[in-house]
């Protein structure tokens, strides 16, 4: 069945580092991958989006491309600021279905 | 506008007991999801409606989980004998639609926490 794996944390990094978060995937199909956060006291939000393979999905300063021949979709961020703690998940929408898949989630700290 | 909103924010209740879980949608969105997440893992799917029907209840774990969504808004989400193991937050999101469209971002709701003495 569908899956997504995506690395463990937590990740700590101090302001300004660069931040890449590992998130493969395997599902049948086409699916679409998705990164979402979750800040401190909040609900899940999105943070970005990818529906075909070389596609990239970028917000806030984020991007992840979805990269089929490796079923990847690693999340990435130049300078990560101390408001970017939070725990993000990678997830996959596949098939004609449209629950999402989620990862187990990767807690960042970024310290100042 | 209004997002998802859950009630309770927290619900503590004796192995055993009935609860239920509500859910408000974003006024307008035909499709609501429950998911269910366990402490240090991602939200897992348990039933997705489309309007008043389940389309999709392949997530729910046994027959003392079931959902309602009688009028196509508010959903509830209501676990009978409830067990030590079903202690989580309780995630509920909604979409404009079903359809799996580009666009068709789903809206977490912040979740009830359900603890199992």
């Known amino acids: 069945g569908n899956s997504v794996t995506q690395m463990e944390g937590p990740v700590t990094l101090s302001e300004e580092a660069f931040l890449t978060i590992n998130c493969t995937y395997t599902a049948t199909g086409y699916p679409s991958l998705f990164w979402y956060v979750q800040y401190p006291g909040e609900g899940l939000q999105l943070l970005l989006k990818a529906t075909k393979a070389d596609d990239k999905g970028s917000n806030k300063g984020f991007e992840a491309t979805y990269r089929k021949e490796t079923t990847s979709f690693h999340l990435e961020k130049g300078s990560v600021q101390v408001s970017d703690s939070a725990v993000y998940f990678c997830a996959l929408r596949g098939g004609a279905t449209n629950k999402l898949i989620f990862g187990t989630g990767t807690l960042l700290a970024v310290q100042p | 506008g209004a997002g998802v909103s859950q009630t309770p924010s927290n619900k503590v209740t004796e192995k055993g007991k009935y609860v239920e879980l509500r859910c408000d949608p974003i006024?307008?969105?035909?499709?609501l999801y429950w998911y269910r997440q366990s402490l240090g893992q991602g939200p897992e799917f348990l039933i997705y409606?489309?309007?008043?029907?389940?389309?999709?209840d392949s997530g729910l774990p046994n027959d003392r989980f079931f959902a309602v969504r009688p009028e196509g808004s508010v959903s509830t989400l209501k676990i009978q004998r409830t067990e030590r193991g079903d202690s989580a937050v309780y995630l509920c999101?909604?979409?404009?639609?079903?359809?799996?469209?580009?666009?068709?971002?789903?809206?977490f709701g912040p979740g009830t926490r359900l603890t199992v003495l």
């Open positions: 409606f489309q309007g008043t029907g389940a389309a999709d």
């Open positions: 999101a909604s979409s404009l639609s079903g359809q799996t469209h580009l666009y068709n971002e789903q809206f």
């Open positions: 006024s307008g969105h035909t499709a």
